[in-house]
């Protein structure tokens, strides 16, 4: 899958660009252990603008709701979130302040693909972070998505969201991630 992507280039004249998904890094990968730098060159730029539009397409590509850049092997400190009517980009992103009530939802991840994991997350929080055009935006999210936001910068501080969950939960939820990709994979051999 791939699309063309239209970018307005500082000399004003509009360039088409094919753009396509970015690979997936697999859980075992050393970068998704690493804490990611800040990102420090200046916004808005071009090359941002298509990692952006490449991390947005991988993600739909694989049904997510986040990805962080390291899970595509990019080493800024930068993810993507959203669905169909709601989608940013967030540059250095933080936790100004969080919910002291918290609950548990299952949360997955695309590194680790059938893995689903109870996590125990802040109910809301209050996130700051840079979007694309440098604007410094500060926003209240709430359940699913303070939960997505949470979990990607876990990414980028080199936290998988296997480690909020007790070893024996983890080992349960692995053998039933490991059942159902034999499922599916039997279901594709007899198509």
């Not at 239209?6 to 890094?25: A, M, N, Q, V, W």
């Not at 697999?26 to 952006?52: F, G, Q, R, V």
């Not at 940013?88 to 919910?99: G, L």
């Not at 996590?119 to 604007?135: F, S």
């Amino acid at each position: 899958m791939s699309e063309t992507l239209i970018i307005d280039t500082t000399s004003g004249i509009f360039k088409e660009e094919r753009i396509d998904p970015l690979p997936l890094l697999s859980e075992t990968h050393p970068m998704l252990k690493m804490a990611l730098e800040e990102y420090k060159t200046p916004l808005p730029n071009t090359p941002l603008d298509t990692l952006i539009a490449r991390m947005k397409m991988t993600m739909k590509l694989y049904g997510g709701i986040g990805l962080s850049a390291n899970q595509v092997g990019v080493m800024h400190r930068l993810f993507v979130m959203g669905s169909e009517d709601f989608f940013i980009a967030c540059i250095n992103p933080k936790v100004i302040e969080q919910s002291k009530e918290t609950e548990i939802a299952i949360e997955g991840c695309l590194s680790f693909p059938g893995l689903q994991l109870k996590v125990e997350r802040p109910k809301w929080i209050i996130a700051e972070y840079t979007d694309a055009d440098g604007q410094l935006q500060q926003n209240k999210f709430e359940g699913i998505t303070a939960r997505c936001y949470l979990h990607e910068l876990d990414h980028m501080n080199g936290v998988c969201y296997t480690s909020h969950v007790k070893p024996v939960a983890l080992q349960m939820a692995r053998q039933k991630a490991e059942k159902l990709v034999k499922k599916i994979i039997r279901n594709q051999k007899k198509k």
